[in-house]
């Protein structure tokens, strides 16, 4: 039987590796020409998730614990690198040492998304699997102050002529941005908000809002791949961003598994 720690290790690596190394894509394309050491940096984590998805390749669920463990050790020290990285190229950015086409919330953003990844490489390797039920509120502010942003930066994104999308944008990054801040309301109710129903329709109502900004971007995407929209967003974008919301509707869908057998 396959351990849990291993398992969910892995699925971890693969989702977020390849999120950090399109990190690291779109960070390239955003510098200007003359940025020439940041590009080359930005390839370097390219170039080093590349090998952690070369040596994911050969793992699998039955692979030794004390192997993945090892594993996971070096993808927390890339995934502490590229957040460096980003929240260098952030304060740049801030101090106006340098121009560049990379929104300073959309740095800030991706370097969020490296902490999470390197504290839950982290919190695995330290024999954390189940979800405490504060870190279920906090885990949804997280992705949905995520989510929200998405929402800001497709909005911003697309051709002003596309007034409709625009507009549609801007409601999603509205709506999220109510999401969070009821997330943070919750947050301060503790422990009394930690109680299933109350998480339960908290979750819910998550799941209801997501699906529903997962279908704007899926269809986003695929006009954007047919080159029927007009817009600055590189279509691995889009497809990024999709794919981190169908992320986050897998972990509420955790989330509510978990509750299910408390």
């Not at 994104?157 to 625009?166: F, I, M």
Request: with cysteine; charged share 25%; glycine share 2%.
């Amino acid at each position: 039987m396959a351990n849990p720690i291993v398992e969910r290790s892995l699925d971890e690596i693969q989702f977020w590796s390849r999120i950090m190394k399109e990190h690291a894509l779109f960070l390239s394309l955003g510098f200007t020409h003359e940025q020439k050491q940041l590009i080359a940096e930005a390839q370097q984590f390219i170039t080093l998730f590349e090998r952690i998805e070369e040596k994911l390749a050969r793992l699998n669920v039955n692979s030794d614990i004390r192997q993945v463990q090892a594993f996971n050790s070096e993808v927390y020290q890339a995934a502490v690198s590229i957040w460096s990285f980003k929240r260098k190229v952030l304060g740049l950015t801030l101090r106006c040492e340098i121009q560049s086409n990379n929104f300073p919330l959309l740095v800030d953003h991706i370097s969020r998304e490296a902490a999470y990844f390197a504290n839950r490489i982290k919190d695995l390797n330290e024999g954390k699997l189940a979800p405490e039920r504060d870190t279920i509120i906090q885990e949804n502010l997280f992705f949905l102050r995520i989510m929200a942003d998405h929402a800001k930066f497709i909005g911003h994104l697309l051709d002003p002529s596309e007034r409709k999308l625009v507009d549609q944008a801007r409601e999603f990054g509205h709506d999220f941005d109510q999401l969070v801040f009821q997330a943070i309301d919750l947050d301060s109710m503790r422990p009394h908000s930690e109680t299933v129903p109350i998480l339960d329709q908290f979750l819910d109502q998550n799941r209801v809002s997501v699906a529903s900004l997962r279908d704007f971007k899926k269809t986003a995407r695929e006009l954007i791949e047919a080159c029927r929209i007009k817009s600055n967003i590189h279509p691995l974008l889009a497809d990024h961003t999709f794919r981190e919301a169908e992320r986050f509707l897998e972990i509420i869908d955790l989330f509510d598994a978990h509750l299910s057998n408390q």
